[in-house]
């Protein structure tokens, strides 16, 4: 191994896993997607921060009026923060999400715009969501993901 590989090993191993926020709306089988999400963050190493659940009449909501989201949001934002750590949203599929890709690519995009990503348990990134947009920022386990209009 190059000097130069060994130093950029050292650097990978020294960062922080992502933190990971759980998130899951409607109310059928809530518990059983949670833990499913909880499950890959941990086979990932990435601790979890929380999970959030969005159910009753907010589910139908825009993303930015749905209290558990909201939380989630204010969470990550605020007691979560951590500069050097990068952070990202886990939900079993995007529907789970939400249902209108619109309101996916909102909910994605206050994610990125956090610092950070969003990621199905099948492995889709937020890149993946919608692939018109090109990466702006690597996470530092450099996987693509996010989007820029740049």
């Given at each position: 191994?190059?000097?130069?590989?060994?130093?950029?090993?050292?650097?990978?191993?020294?960062?922080?896993?992502?933190?990971?926020?759980?998130?899951?709306?409607?109310?059928?089988?809530?518990?059983?997607?949670?833990?499913?999400?909880?499950?890959?963050?941990?086979?990932?190493?990435?601790?979890?921060?929380?999970?959030?659940?969005e159910s009753g009449?907010?589910?139908?909501?825009?993303?930015?009026?749905?209290?558990?989201?909201?939380?989630?949001?204010?969470?990550?934002?605020?007691?979560?923060?951590?500069?050097?750590?990068?952070?990202?949203?886990?939900?079993?599929?995007?529907?789970?999400?939400?249902?209108?890709?619109?309101?996916?690519?909102?909910?994605?995009?206050?994610?990125?715009?956090?610092?950070?990503?969003?990621?199905?348990?099948?492995g889709d990134t937020?890149?993946?969501?919608?692939?018109?947009?090109?990466?702006?920022?690597?996470?530092?386990?450099?996987?693509?993901?996010?989007?820029?209009?740049?």
């Amino acid at each position: 191994m190059s000097a130069m590989a060994c130093r950029l090993s050292l650097v990978r191993e020294a960062t922080s896993p992502a933190l990971a926020f759980v998130y899951d709306r409607g109310p059928a089988s809530a518990a059983a997607r949670l833990s499913v999400c909880v499950a890959y963050a941990e086979r990932q190493r990435w601790p979890v921060a929380g999970a959030w659940t969005e159910s009753g009449e907010h589910v139908a909501r825009p993303v930015a009026e749905q209290p558990a989201y909201r939380k989630l949001l204010a969470s990550l934002l605020g007691e979560h923060r951590d500069g050097d750590r990068d952070v990202v949203l886990v939900v079993t599929d995007w529907d789970r999400l939400h249902p209108d890709p619109a309101q996916q690519f909102v909910a994605c995009r206050q994610i990125h715009d956090a610092g950070g990503w969003t990621e199905t348990t099948a492995g889709d990134t937020s890149l993946r969501l919608v692939e018109r947009h090109r990466p702006r920022r690597t996470p530092r386990d450099g996987r693509a993901h996010a989007y820029s209009n740049a």
